[in-house]
């Protein structure tokens, strides 16, 4: 008797788990932005997968002088590129990401966010200056950017378009050709 009981109270508490945690799960995904249409307004969660709402974050710059905020809308279409200074990849791509942006400053932004939590904040300032970044390079000293994005390797990119919808999530390097093609697509929607 005692043995059903007890049986009984913990399905009885998992049940309670279970509905607990999605509640929270729905919480979550509700979060987001209202996109009006000619149907009507579409609500889009928040999340760093194609087509969805760019999560939003707020950044310092490397110098600490500026603040820089992801979310929403936006005048220009914005790249997102996570990166590291140790990461051999993350150089290979750097000359492609300064020639984007000299070639297209009009149209886009590119944010280099740093994955600081990972990074030596010299070498950083280091990289930055030997390849010639003239966009903004921010500092995610506690990963949380990186975090809400889903970031697991560098470099990772992300195209996002006027309305804050990712429109790319873009893992490793790609050739400036292929770079190209996707900056073309964002920019004629």
């Known amino acids: 008797m005692k043995r059903n009981i007890l049986i009984l109270g913990f399905v009885f ?20 932005a209202t996109l009006g249409t000619a149907q009507g307004d579409v609500q889009l969660p928040e999340s760093p997968v194609k ?18 905020q992801v979310g ?13 200074a140790w990461c ?29 939590n990972y990074d030596k904040l010299r070498e950083a300032k280091d990289f930055v200056k ?17 975090d809400l994005y889903k970031v697991f390797s560098y470099p990772t990119s992300f195209i996002v378009n006027r309305e804050g919808i ?3 999530r873009i893992e490793g390097i790609i050739s400036r050709k292929q770079w190209e093609k996707y900056l073309d697509n964002a920019l004629a929607s």
């Open 51 to 68: 087509g969805a709402m760019a999560p939003r974050f707020e950044l310092a710059s490397l110098d600490g002088a500026e603040q820089y």
């Open 166 to 168: 990712v429109v790319e």
């Open 130 to 146: 030997e390849q010639g970044f003239e966009f903004p390079v921010l500092t995610d000293a506690k990963g949380t950017a990186g």
């Open 13 to 32: 508490l998992a049940i309670i788990a279970v509905v607990v945690m999605n509640q929270t799960n729905k919480q979550g995904t509700q979060q987001g």
């Open 72 to 84: 929403g809308e936006r005048d220009k279409l914005l790249i997102i590129n996570f990166w590291a």
């Open 88 to 116: 051999g990849p993350c150089e290979e791509e750097a000359p492609d990401l300064v020639d984007i942006y000299n070639e297209h400053q009009g149209q886009l932004d590119i944010y280099a966010v740093n994955a600081t």
